[in-house]
């Protein structure tokens, strides 16, 4: 495959653009050569017969030319002490983790966070490339089985399965730059990482504090990264992030006649039933393009993605609501599409994204042979047994997305605004848009509703400048420096378009909010899964954690809305003669069944709300050493509408016993009104974490990075969420 694009010339701009992250700097293993070409020819090749000019017509071997290697090896460990915990989450109040493996309860756990990372690349011939790149998770041992299975729950990704992981098997990139443009093959890898369009491939940026290490970190002076992170008010990530996992294969071409271009993919996506289908025979499968032209300094284009298949290879399944005796049956067939078009409009004193497009869910659906086969009839129309999100009604399927950055040249301060508006059809966990109104974007139809599936968070408290679906909103934003004061203000707020609560088993009608304090202490109690934690109410993702307050309205005749306010501070200074960095953030949330209202509230009359305040600093007391430290609080209210625990000892008319901290619940385990005298307490929580830490770099290729962070959550009538502690890390990474 490569060979088919093996022709042009390869230069350096060639395979640069578009390429994953290149975390380090590449160390060729032959000597550099003083021609600006990446590659280099050796002696040997130099001196060949056969190395003579195209022109003559004899051909040309340059093998294996340009040889390059680079990556990181990192020690993570970490030292949890918790005097109070609950016994659910985490199930013991003391750990000595080494590289994944804790050694005090002899378990793994969950994270597959890379320990090393090797990457290959180089020239074949002379006019094709290659980049092999392995990644390895923590400890490399455990016991080794294939994917999970039904009757078989520890799979290759669950914690008792603890083998090497190879991030990225033998991918193969080649290139060609030709008369009529430059074309980029991708094929085979682990994983291949992609974007297209907010709502077709990407990834949401959530913010992050710098307090935590993170494994993409790059090398560099430790210092340098906090000073980026006060300059741009963001993190360094990877290049890949924002980016969304595919497996298969990607053809790119740029710089084609007329200014155009195009991305097309075809595979896999991690909600494909996973990147090991071929074990567990699951037929589903994902295409997706895009299409874009420059017109001068704007770009306009189209994007497709359309996730297709079965959910397994039998295609169709006994409904479990009917008894065998009179058997009932499902479709097994699902039919996801989103198409968009989108513009990025530069101008002297504003710039414009706009992205707008239909979308349609559908599963459930037969095959025409399983048709025939179980009915006995030919299928005149699509039998829908599952969702049946279409698009018949643009304005019911509609996604649609403006955001407006005006310069300081034009309003005398800069400012963004975005207005956006996405329906319940257009459901991609693999896009921006969170999910938060369709429980059937799992990999396999028996994890809707249950512990395995956290692709769904109904109601949730989004981010400024995140978007969701069944949702339609604004977002305001102010970012400025003021000498060397950095300030970032914003305003946002959304409202939802149907109620979906029906949809969910627990707690459909109810509010998710992800915690930012601790927030990835907390993702380490209960690893990748929903209803988590001794109330059921938390969803574990990476590096963070959404609880879900269920609301106990009998009847719901509204539809909530959103509000948030953020503010962020960030200064930097000379104390003693040494830099240091302050930065300080806010944010504040409210929840309200208001039929209109964008302004934040401050009072009971909001379902829920949620104040964060977090303060780091960063001081280089040494042009090796930095000092960390970071502190934060988190206060989260309900009112008497929010579910509600018991104050007292009793017994239900039912006949269930309950004492104090236990939740006010149906037979069903749902949140509900008191029935007894004790009509119970709301949410009242109260988090806080703080620490100091210390980076010391042995060069700009090798660092120790020290933590300890003593953290805790108090809520006043939900006493089983009580829980403090205090952990240490220590991460030792050398780059090569």
């Given at each position: 495959m490569l060979l088919i694009l093996g022709y042009g010339e390869v230069t350096a701009s060639g395979h640069g653009d578009g390429d994953s992250a290149r975390v380090t700097n590449y160390t060729p293993v032959a000597a550099p050569s003083a021609s600006k070409k990446w590659f280099t020819f050796s002696p040997m090749l130099k001196s060949s017969t056969a190395a003579q000019t195209e022109e003559s017509g004899t051909k040309q071997y340059k093998r294996w030319t340009g040889l390059k290697y680079s990556g990181y090896i990192r020690s993570y460990n970490q030292y949890r002490v918790m005097p109070q915990h609950n016994s659910i989450a985490p199930p013991a109040d003391q750990l000595l983790t080494v590289n994944g493996l804790d050694i005090v309860n002899k378990v793994y756990t969950g994270y597959q966070e890379p320990m090393f990372l090797l990457r290959l690349e180089g020239s074949p011939t002379a006019k094709t490339w290659f980049q092999v790149e392995y990644m390895f998770d923590n400890q490399m041992m455990g016991i080794i089985r294939e994917d999970s299975v039904a009757s078989q729950v520890p799979g290759i990704g669950q914690t008792t399965n603890r083998r090497a992981m190879v991030y990225r098997i033998m991918q193969f990139k080649g290139y060609a730059n030709t008369k009529v443009g430059d074309f980029t093959l991708i094929a085979g890898g682990g994983v291949n990482w992609a974007k297209l369009s907010p709502f077709t491939l990407a990834n949401y940026q959530y913010r992050d504090d710098m307090f935590e290490r993170y494994p993409w970190q790059p090398e560099g002076n430790s210092f340098g990264s906090y000073t980026r992170y006060y300059n741009e008010q963001n993190i360094a990530r990877d290049q890949r992030w924002g980016n969304t996992g595919t497996q298969g294969f990607m053809l790119v071409g740029k710089n084609l006649p007329k200014g155009f271009g195009f991305t097309f993919i075809v595979g896999k996506s991690d909600n494909s039933g996973g990147f090991q289908t071929y074990l567990t025979k699951t037929p589903k499968n994902m295409i997706a393009f895009r299409v874009d032209k420059?017109?001068?300094?704007?770009?306009?284009?189209?994007?497709?993605?359309?996730?297709f298949g079965t959910y397994d290879a039998v295609g169709f399944r006994l409904d479990?609501?009917?008894?065998?005796?009179?058997?009932?049956?499902?479709?097994?067939?699902?039919?996801?599409?989103?198409?968009?078009?989108?513009?990025?409009?530069n101008f002297t004193k504003f710039k414009i994204f706009t992205e707008v497009g239909v979308g349609r869910f559908q599963d459930g659906l037969f095959t025409n042979r399983d048709y025939e086969q179980l009915f006995g009839k030919k299928q005149t129309t699509d039998s829908v047994t599952g969702l049946n999100y279409n698009w018949n009604n643009p304005l019911k399927a509609h996604c649609f997305n403006i955001q407006i950055d005006a310069f300081k040249s034009w309003f005398g301060f800069p400012i963004s605004a975005q207005f956006y508006s996405v329906r319940k059809s257009v459901a991609n966990v693999n896009s921006e848009s969170l999910n938060t109104s369709n429980n059937h974007t799992v990999a396999t139809p028996t994890n809707i509703n249950t512990n395995n599936d956290i692709t769904v968070f109904p109601g949730a408290i989004t981010d400024i400048g995140q978007m969701a679906n069944n949702r339609w909103g604004s977002n305001f934003k102010h970012e400025a420096a003021y000498g060397k004061l950095k300030v970032s203000a914003a305003w946002g707020f959304n409202k939802e378009w149907e109620n979906v609560a029906d949809l969910f088993s627990n707690r459909g009608n109810s509010i998710s909010y992800w915690h930012q304090t601790n927030s990835f202490t907390t993702s380490r109690f209960t690893y990748f899964q929903k209803y988590a934690g001794p109330y059921q109410r938390n969803t574990s993702i990476y590096r963070r954690v959404y609880e879900s307050y269920g609301i106990t309205d009998t009847t719901v005749d509204y539809l909530k809305m959103y509000q948030t306010l953020n503010l962020n501070l960030g200064y930097k200074l000379k104390m003693l003669g040494r830099d240091l960095i302050l930065n300080n953030f806010n944010t504040y949330n409210s929840v309200t069944d208001d039929n209109f209202n964008p302004i934040p509230v401050f009072t009971d009359k909001a379902f829920l709300r949620t104040f964060y305040e977090e303060l780091m600093a960063f001081y280089s007391i040494h042009p090796k050493v930095t000092v960390v430290s970071f502190g934060s609080i988190e206060k989260v209210l309900g009112n008497n509408r929010?579910?509600?625990?018991?104050?007292?000892?009793?017994?239900?008319?039912?006949?269930?016993?309950?004492?104090?901290?236990?939740?006010?619940?149906?037979?069903?385990?749902?949140?509900?009104?008191?029935?007894?005298?004790?009509?119970?307490a709301t949410i009242n929580q109260f988090s806080w974490g703080y620490g100091i830490g210390l980076d010391y770099d042995f060069s700009g290729r090798a660092g120790l990075y020290i933590r300890n962070r003593w953290f805790g959550q108090k809520d006043k009538n939900f006493t089983l969420n009580n829980y403090k502690g205090m952990e240490t890390t220590v991460e030792l990474k050398i780059f090569f």
């Amino acid at each position: 495959m490569l060979l088919i694009l093996g022709y042009g010339e390869v230069t350096a701009s060639g395979h640069g653009d578009g390429d994953s992250a290149r975390v380090t700097n590449y160390t060729p293993v032959a000597a550099p050569s003083a021609s600006k070409k990446w590659f280099t020819f050796s002696p040997m090749l130099k001196s060949s017969t056969a190395a003579q000019t195209e022109e003559s017509g004899t051909k040309q071997y340059k093998r294996w030319t340009g040889l390059k290697y680079s990556g990181y090896i990192r020690s993570y460990n970490q030292y949890r002490v918790m005097p109070q915990h609950n016994s659910i989450a985490p199930p013991a109040d003391q750990l000595l983790t080494v590289n994944g493996l804790d050694i005090v309860n002899k378990v793994y756990t969950g994270y597959q966070e890379p320990m090393f990372l090797l990457r290959l690349e180089g020239s074949p011939t002379a006019k094709t490339w290659f980049q092999v790149e392995y990644m390895f998770d923590n400890q490399m041992m455990g016991i080794i089985r294939e994917d999970s299975v039904a009757s078989q729950v520890p799979g290759i990704g669950q914690t008792t399965n603890r083998r090497a992981m190879v991030y990225r098997i033998m991918q193969f990139k080649g290139y060609a730059n030709t008369k009529v443009g430059d074309f980029t093959l991708i094929a085979g890898g682990g994983v291949n990482w992609a974007k297209l369009s907010p709502f077709t491939l990407a990834n949401y940026q959530y913010r992050d504090d710098m307090f935590e290490r993170y494994p993409w970190q790059p090398e560099g002076n430790s210092f340098g990264s906090y000073t980026r992170y006060y300059n741009e008010q963001n993190i360094a990530r990877d290049q890949r992030w924002g980016n969304t996992g595919t497996q298969g294969f990607m053809l790119v071409g740029k710089n084609l006649p007329k200014g155009f271009g195009f991305t097309f993919i075809v595979g896999k996506s991690d909600n494909s039933g996973g990147f090991q289908t071929y074990l567990t025979k699951t037929p589903k499968n994902m295409i997706a393009f895009r299409v874009d032209k420059s017109v001068g300094v704007h770009k306009i284009g189209v994007n497709f993605f359309d996730q297709f298949g079965t959910y397994d290879a039998v295609g169709f399944r006994l409904d479990p609501r009917f008894a065998t005796t009179d058997p009932h049956y499902l479709g097994s067939k699902v039919r996801q599409q989103i198409i968009t078009a989108d513009a990025r409009l530069n101008f002297t004193k504003f710039k414009i994204f706009t992205e707008v497009g239909v979308g349609r869910f559908q599963d459930g659906l037969f095959t025409n042979r399983d048709y025939e086969q179980l009915f006995g009839k030919k299928q005149t129309t699509d039998s829908v047994t599952g969702l049946n999100y279409n698009w018949n009604n643009p304005l019911k399927a509609h996604c649609f997305n403006i955001q407006i950055d005006a310069f300081k040249s034009w309003f005398g301060f800069p400012i963004s605004a975005q207005f956006y508006s996405v329906r319940k059809s257009v459901a991609n966990v693999n896009s921006e848009s969170l999910n938060t109104s369709n429980n059937h974007t799992v990999a396999t139809p028996t994890n809707i509703n249950t512990n395995n599936d956290i692709t769904v968070f109904p109601g949730a408290i989004t981010d400024i400048g995140q978007m969701a679906n069944n949702r339609w909103g604004s977002n305001f934003k102010h970012e400025a420096a003021y000498g060397k004061l950095k300030v970032s203000a914003a305003w946002g707020f959304n409202k939802e378009w149907e109620n979906v609560a029906d949809l969910f088993s627990n707690r459909g009608n109810s509010i998710s909010y992800w915690h930012q304090t601790n927030s990835f202490t907390t993702s380490r109690f209960t690893y990748f899964q929903k209803y988590a934690g001794p109330y059921q109410r938390n969803t574990s993702i990476y590096r963070r954690v959404y609880e879900s307050y269920g609301i106990t309205d009998t009847t719901v005749d509204y539809l909530k809305m959103y509000q948030t306010l953020n503010l962020n501070l960030g200064y930097k200074l000379k104390m003693l003669g040494r830099d240091l960095i302050l930065n300080n953030f806010n944010t504040y949330n409210s929840v309200t069944d208001d039929n209109f209202n964008p302004i934040p509230v401050f009072t009971d009359k909001a379902f829920l709300r949620t104040f964060y305040e977090e303060l780091m600093a960063f001081y280089s007391i040494h042009p090796k050493v930095t000092v960390v430290s970071f502190g934060s609080i988190e206060k989260v209210l309900g009112n008497n509408r929010v579910e509600k625990a018991y104050t007292t000892y009793g017994t239900t008319a039912d006949g269930i016993d309950y004492k104090p901290g236990d939740v006010i619940k149906d037979l069903h385990s749902n949140p509900t009104l008191s029935t007894v005298a004790d009509k119970g307490a709301t949410i009242n929580q109260f988090s806080w974490g703080y620490g100091i830490g210390l980076d010391y770099d042995f060069s700009g290729r090798a660092g120790l990075y020290i933590r300890n962070r003593w953290f805790g959550q108090k809520d006043k009538n939900f006493t089983l969420n009580n829980y403090k502690g205090m952990e240490t890390t220590v991460e030792l990474k050398i780059f090569f």
